[in-house]
């Protein structure tokens, strides 16, 4: 009985805890072979697209949008990265030129890893490796998802989903509104839509107490959230009502 005991206790301290990505925040905030700490102002260009990849980045402080311009100058924001995240991880997978231009939302500290350096790690640091391929698989889902509210919700819809993504409800443990600092021009070019449309929207998500404004931030409430998941009719207009 005593040794069933044992191993039992054995096997619990053998266990490996489940890592997460402050685990391993530190080696990467700490420059060395093959990294560099680098420090934006807003709306810096941290590289174009076009560019060389070469490089991957992490994010210690600060946000990044990422954007593509098609050849009719035509551009669309494609993403925001925020602290805790990687990109530009194409590099890892033969990407030769940068698919899309980066740029700093606010002052940004941000961690240049050479691919060869990434690689390095990647093959002997197994408890990373497996983080960073949960990552991706993580980001990649979020891709699907954009693609399948793009496909099938109202502009008015994918707004709101925007919204509550950029406040991260679903995250925090705290209810409390969530500021979120970014541009109309940026959410309607997320959206797919013009910034009439969004200017129209948001008016109508705040006089129906979805979100409010303080200093020029917008504040994303709970009241959002449950329109959304119970689908409410405030969120099923027709997109040709807002147009101008």
Not at 86 to 115: H, M, P, Q, W, Y
């Amino acid at each position: 009985m005593g040794g069933r005991s044992a191993s039992r206790q054995g096997s619990r301290t053998m266990k490996e805890p489940k890592r997460s990505l402050s685990d391993f925040d530190t080696s990467f905030a700490t420059p060395g072979a093959g990294k560099t700490l680098l420090n934006f102002k807003k709306n810096a260009v941290i590289y174009s697209q076009g560019d060389p990849a070469e490089s991957i980045f992490y994010i210690q402080k600060g946000r990044v949008k990422l954007h593509v311009t098609s050849e009719h100058g035509k551009e669309a924001v494609v993403a925001i990265m925020e602290p805790g995240q990687f990109f530009a991880e194409g590099c890892l997978n033969g990407d030769t030129a940068r698919v899309a231009t980066a740029v700093s939302l606010e002052a940004s500290a941000i961690v240049s890893i050479t691919k060869d350096a990434m690689r390095e790690a990647l093959k002997n640091e197994p408890g990373f490796a497996q983080f960073f391929v949960t990552y991706l698989i993580t980001r990649a889902r979020r891709v699907e998802e954009d693609l399948i509210d793009q496909l099938f919700n109202s502009s008015e819809g994918r707004l709101a989903r925007l919204l509550l993504l950029l406040a991260h409800f679903g995250q925090e443990e705290s209810s409390e509104p969530i500021e979120v600092e970014i541009s109309q021009e940026t959410l309607a070019e997320m959206i797919g839509t013009t910034r009439s449309r969004v200017s129209f929207f948001m008016n109508k998500f705040r006089k129906s107490g979805f979100i409010s404004y303080d200093c020029g931030k917008i504040h994303v409430n709970n009241l959002l959230l449950n329109a959304v998941l119970h689908d409410k009719p405030a969120l099923k207009s027709d997109d040709a009502s807002a147009s101008f």
